[in-house]
């Protein structure tokens, strides 16, 4: 049985940093993208992030870029999202997925984990 398991959201300050992860289990994900999505009240789930579990490049949300970076352990068998400088706006859920494309539709990703709160305070 597949599960990801996400962990290290909570409450920051605007222009403060938080470490995201997700533990991944089940299966083996070496031909997997893991990304990073997240949904603020009444909008849709958005991508953030993704890599490839092999490496290679890494995607990102122009509204991220240049201050959130995936990546991944693999001894681990966990990805983690940092994110600095954050700002209010990414006030969400933010949910860790597992799927055999990187593109940015969250319904072409097959696993999800139940998803970690991140609130910046203004």
């Known amino acids: 049985q597949v599960q990801l398991v996400e962990s290290g959201g909570g409450l920051v300050q605007a222009g403060g940093s938080l470490r995201l992860s997700c533990a991944a289990s089940?299966?083996?994900?070496?031909?997997?993208?893991m990304g990073w999505f997240r949904q603020a009240p009444g909008k849709e789930r958005e991508f953030v992030a993704a890599?490839?579990?092999?490496?290679?490049?890494?995607y990102y949300a122009d509204s991220v870029k240049g201050r959130f970076t995936i990546s991944r352990d693999n001894a681990k068998n966990t990805v983690y999202l940092q994110m600095n400088s954050l700002k209010p706006e990414d006030t969400a859920v933010y949910y860790c997925?597992?799927?055999?494309?990187?593109?940015?539709?969250?319904?072409?990703?097959?696993?999800w984990g139940q998803g970690t709160q991140v609130t910046v305070s203004s």
């Open positions: 997925a597992a799927g055999l494309s990187s593109n940015l539709y969250a319904a072409d990703w097959s696993y």
């Open positions: 089940g299966r083996t994900f070496s031909r997997y993208a």
């Open positions: 890599m490839w579990w092999s490496g290679g490049n890494t």
